[in-house]
């Protein structure tokens, strides 16, 4: 438990020495501001439905970026060989670096606070949805930091783990607009995998226990895979 | 304290280490020797546990590996080749995490380990520095200060020496030889004086397989012929001179080679039997006008043993 925090405040230091923190940061709270604000006086419409249903397409492109170095990095430097050496289970370091990659995305988050604040100012906000929308966002970065932290473990190259990332991260993403092309026995199933959905639950602010329970299973799933992939390949 | 039995480790049909055992006792400097590709590096990442063996047995004191992984590995400080460091911390912050990581939690503790640390490794200068930004020397003194961190029973270090220059060498062969007072040491090279001065006892691996492991002095004396005598000469012609150190015994084998200086004629003379023939020497050159510059005896035991070990189809 003590090794998973010190492991964890190690990796979130980490991001913001080096420039990649704020880079991300900047390019995600442009597109995201952007997309959002266009519209928004068109619709003209006191809530932050847009913000949040853009979340899921552009954490699949952000979150990849984030986690890519966790472990590639380390592999191409040799340090994870200092890492491993170290009285640490892999438990640990997984989960360490998880930990970092979840709450840096949720501090990227923090920003955005500013939205709701500056959008009830000028009309009534339904405080209800914007809560369980940022509880959203905080399980759909954490799965999808997982499946970043996957991607990392299996390659010494960066842009590979990135574009792993991204692969799975967008497949989940889109595979609720996927099910017209689906054979009709399956569908029940698919419907269940995509994440889209789960999110949009929470984010309309109606908790339920299906969903958390599908965002913890996606982590668990990832972070299984990836201690099993730390195992075989020492 | 270490021991190693039957250890194999294969990567897909390579087989890089095969079927090595070996026992280290308490207290022990282990030098690992072998030329490049010969498996050193493998065999210490399989005691460290970053490398799971194909097959064999690790035993570090009472504990197994792989079931203690963990508890094996914090009796272990280990130095990886060319120390693989956090780029982008500062030193300070590097050990501080180290510190933190290997379960140094209070903080005096952690600051007096640092000043100890700093004394042994000569790190006080640049505490505060970007490790991105030290030369390949004072990186290798960081991982050094890290494989110590914890004042571990034992020590493996790959290649400690390597890519460093002359004094850093001597430096580093002071520490290893001040903590090897008390530690139970393994590290590996290919230079062969290093081994020779730092080392209780040596193993030569090549190609994977354990070729030699013995004491330093029971692997000299193990070789006969280990010694020739230098000689060079002044005033003398080569064919004189030659002839004359024929007409000592019939066993000596006389080779010219490239004077040390010019006006010199200089010869390496190896005999067949343990004889010392340098008195006999000394008296037949005092017959004539030549001088002596040069009359000396050299062994190169231990670079003979391994070349021989260790050479193309050995």
New interface residues.
Partial sequence: MK?IK??AI?EFK?YF??PIAYIVISLFLIVTGWFFFSTFFIFGRADLRDFFSLLPITFSFIIPAITMRLFSEEKN??????L??????FTDIALGKFFAATLFTASMLIPTISYPIFISFIGEIDSGPVIGGYLGAIFLAAAYCSIGLFASSLTRNQIVAFIIGCALCFTLTILDKLLFFMPAKIIWVIEHIGATSHFTNISKGIIDSRDILYFVSVIFIFIFSTYIVMHEK? | MIEVQNLTKNFKDFRAVNNISMTIRKGEILGLLGPNGAGKTTILRMLTGYFRPSSGTIKIKSFQMPKDAIRIKSLIGYLPESAPLYHNMLVYDYLEYIAKIKGIDDKEKRYDRFLQLSDLCGLSSIMDKPIATLSKGLKQRVGLAHAMMTDPEILILDEPTSGLDPNQIAEIRDIIKTIGKEKTIIFSTHILSEAEATCDRIAIINKGRMVADDTTANLKQSIKQNSFINLSLKGALKEDAASLLKSIHSNLDIKEVEPLEKDLVSFEITNSDDRDFRSDIYLKIKETDWIIIQLTKESQALEKIFRELTREGA
């Fill in positions: 090794q010190i492991i190690k980490d020495i080096s430097i040799g340090s994870y060989e200092t491993l050496t170290m009285p640490v289970s020492n």
